[in-house]
Structures are given as C-alpha cells and as structure tokens.
C-alpha cells in the first residue's frame, strides 16, 4: 500500500485528478509527468507515516505553477479546492526549482513539510537521472552532456546533511545514497 492507495483524503483524490489533467502531454525525465509527481509522493509515503494530506496533495501539485494553463488563476485555484498550506509548499518548490535552474540554489530547512517534499523529489528526480545515465550506454557521456547538473552535486550533498535529523533518518539516507550512486557513476564525466 502506498499514500496513493484508495481509499485516500479527498484533497489527495481531488490533487491527483489536478495533476492527471495539468500533467496531461507534459514530460519529466523521459517519463510522463505525472508518473514523477505520482512518484515523489510515494517516496514521501515511504518515509514519513500517515502525511498530512495537503503535503500529499501538495507533492502531486508541485510542478503545476509550470503545467497549469497559464490563464488559470493558479493561487485562487489552489487556495480554493486545497488551502494556505498547499499554496506555500507548491509556490516554495517552485522557488527552489527556479533557483536551481539559474544557478542560485538555497537551502530552506526552517519550513518542515516543504523540506519534506523537496527531499522526495530530489530522489526522484536524481534516481531517474542516475537510471537514465546508465541506459544511454555511456554514463560519463550524459553526464559531461549536463554541467549544471554536476556543478550542483555539492549542493545536494549540503542539502541532505541540512535535512539530517530535521527529516526521517530513512528520507536523508536514501537521499545520500541516491547522491553517492550519482557521484560515482558521473566521476568520469568531470
């Protein structure tokens, strides 16, 4: 059983329907969309016991500010249907991804659902990068093709020991060995 498993919260029904039809054509690491958001809020599930639902919810919704229509009145909407809480956690991933795509990063530890659901989707998102360098059949290569991507390892790597002790011990260790794995198999790529 997963977080996802019915019977679930109406507000995680009602964001996995969101997330199916603001997802709908898009793609995340060679995959559907929605099949990461879907993704991140499972590994969630497997490290934290029972999660609030609006952070379930919120983990589902996390990359709509890209994939909602963008005539959709994204805060009034996602205020209306899911509240305050769910509104801060998806506009603070946003920020975070921003800050990561301009080369910015910051660590934000002080906001624990927030950190929750950006430790889920580091390893998501960094256990399917490892997965694909190792399809393409050489490892080095895709790696070498993403410099920024191998210049924010170190920022990774402080990101996880941020989130020691501040999120599940199992969440940090999955993450650091996920961060390991993709160390060594982008070494060659340096």
């Given at each position: ?29 060679d ?25 379930v ?15 959709l ?86 990101f ?31």
């Open positions: 059983m997963t977080v996802l498993t019915p019977p679930r919260a109406a507000p995680v029904d009602r964001a996995l329907a969101d997330a199916r039809r603001w997802c709908a054509g898009q793609v995340i690491d995959r559907p969309a929605l099949a990461h958001a879907v993704r991140v809020a499972v590994v969630l599930g497997e490290h934290v016991t029972a999660p609030d639902p609006d952070l919810a919120a983990v589902l919704l996390h990359d709509s500010p890209e994939f909602a229509p963008p005539d009145d994204l805060d009034a909407v996602l205020g209306h249907r899911y509240g305050p809480a769910v509104v801060r956690i998806v506009r603070a991933l946003e920020a975070e991804h921003h800050a990561l795509d301009t080369g910015h990063p910051v660590i934000t530890v002080d906001d624990l659902p927030v950190l929750l659901a950006s430790t889920a989707d580091k390893i998501v998102a960094l256990t399917s990068l490892t997965r694909r360098a190792g399809k393409s059949g050489d490892p080095a290569a895709f790696f070498a093709a993403r410099p920024a991507l191998l210049d924010l390892l170190e920022h990774f790597a402080a996880a020991d941020a989130g020691d002790g501040r999120v599940p011990a199992s969440m940090t260790l999955q993450l650091k060995q996920v961060l390991d794995t993709l160390t060594a198999t982008a070494r060659g790529a340096r």
